[in-house]
């Protein structure tokens, strides 16, 4: 679907609900100074064009038992459509892998990834990362602290 323009009532709707998706249509035209119905036509086709792309409850994973969190920076053997592909879907369906960006530079993937302890991502690394012949090399960067979580897009205009 074409996406119209942004104005600036969409923009500050947009701000508004990447700080708290749960707020009330009638809060949400309070505070950008439209009446509900027009707020939520408005919402409605931010979700309809694909703006928004969805809405999600962001959990802490050390919260829910997974305090570990690496980056792995993973370089391939060849950089083949089919290759990129299967690798892909190989990242897609692991639930470790929270995060996963097809990469310029001197890596292919950069991967985010949570473990229970040191031990559980040894053996996903050994399965996914080392026993694959396409992969060349892979490394991984353990967090030591989180600077900045997941943050809102900024979306006023530049």
Not at 109 to 116: E, K, M, S, W
Not at 123 to 140: G, H, P, S, V
């Amino acid at each position: 679907m074409k996406v119209d323009p942004l104005d600036s009532f969409d923009r500050k709707l947009l701000e508004l609900l990447q700080a708290d998706a749960q707020q009330p249509v009638s809060v949400l035209a309070d505070a950008v100074g439209l009446s509900p119905p027009a707020c939520y036509r408005r919402i409605r086709r931010l979700r309809a064009s694909g703006v928004i792309e969805r809405e999600i409850a962001v959990v802490r994973p050390r919260q829910v038992g997974w305090p570990l969190s690496m980056i792995v920076l993973i370089s391939l053997e060849r950089e083949d459509a089919h290759t990129l592909d299967e690798m892909m879907e190989i990242f897609r369906n692991e639930p470790e892998i929270l995060e996963a960006w097809n990469v310029t530079g001197d890596h292919d993937f950069a991967l985010r990834i949570v473990a229970r302890d040191m031990e559980g991502y040894d053996d996903l690394a050994q399965r996914l990362f080392a026993a694959n012949e396409r992969i060349r090399t892979f490394k991984t960067l353990v967090v030591i602290r989180e600077v900045k979580p997941l943050s809102p897009v900024p979306v006023n205009d530049v």
